[in-house]
């Protein structure tokens, strides 16, 4: 398996446009989870799903992020409109719900909005 | 909110030595706990996952203990090498099988040749 798949791998872009950032689960897991990181905060988890339902948004810091989970292999978080604090490394991870749980990693995106 | 805290934040050790790494939760109700590694711009790497029924997990030079009632975990290093020059992260997870993680701030370990 090629792992968890994050695109893109870096994006640049201008304060108040929308960014999306994508994501493809190992597949076979049914659990995705969508990180931050930055260096004041450290990681900290956004949403996560279980079978595409989202299951705790509570990490979400405003309205201006959102994401969906149409499907068992694809995610996707938004940012709208984007501002300068969102700037961070956005990582994306996989497992399976059940059993020995292991989370694995995508190598993330690093966002900066100028 | 489960608070995880890992001391040092930073390690400098020469090639060869043991090392211990430190994790303290302040939940002790964890359902697994996971230790990673983080290259500098990388995603992380799980290293061993500690079920909440063991006491310890060992892969290679590797070895984590768990004692859930003191909310503590350790990580041993043995015989560093250069190549574990890494941050290394704690992360129990949420008891309730959500499966969430919550994460220290890591260790950042430097081992010199």
């Known amino acids: 398996d090629a792992g968890v798949i994050q695109s893109p791998r870096h994006e640049v872009t201008e304060m108040g446009q929308e960014v999306t950032l994508r994501c493809k689960p190992i597949?076979?897991?049914?659990?995705l989870f969508w990180y931050r990181q930055t260096m004041m905060r450290g990681l900290e988890l956004l949403i996560y799903f279980n079978n595409n339902v989202p299951i705790d948004d509570s990490g979400m810091p405003e309205d201006r992020f959102s994401a969906k989970m149409p499907n068992a292999s694809f995610s996707t978080l938004k940012i709208q409109p984007s501002e300068p604090r969102d700037s961070a490394v956005y990582f994306c991870?996989?497992?399976?719900?059940?059993?020995?749980?292991?989370?694995?990693f995508g190598a993330g995106t690093r966002l900066s909005v100028l | 909110k489960q608070e995880v805290t890992q001391i040092p934040a930073a390690l400098s050790v020469p090639e060869g030595e043991n090392l211990v790494l430190n994790c303290s939760f302040t939940d002790s109700a964890i359902y697994n706990l996971q230790w990673f590694r983080q290259d500098p711009g990388k995603g992380l790497t799980s290293l061993l996952l500690?079920?909440?029924?063991?006491r310890e997990q060992t892969s290679g030079r590797l070895n984590a203990s768990l004692d859930k009632s003191s909310g503590r975990s350790t990580l041993y290093i043995a015989a560093s090498q250069p190549g574990d020059s890494a941050t290394y992260l704690c992360?129990?997870?949420?008891?309730?099988?959500?499966?969430?993680?919550?994460f220290g701030t890591g260790t950042r370990l430097t081992v010199i040749p």
């Open positions: 991870a996989s497992s399976q719900i059940q059993g020995v749980n292991i989370q694995y």
């Open positions: 992360a129990p997870q949420d008891p309730t099988g959500a499966n969430n993680l919550f």
């Open positions: 597949s076979g897991h049914n659990s």
């Open positions: 500690i079920q909440s029924s063991q």
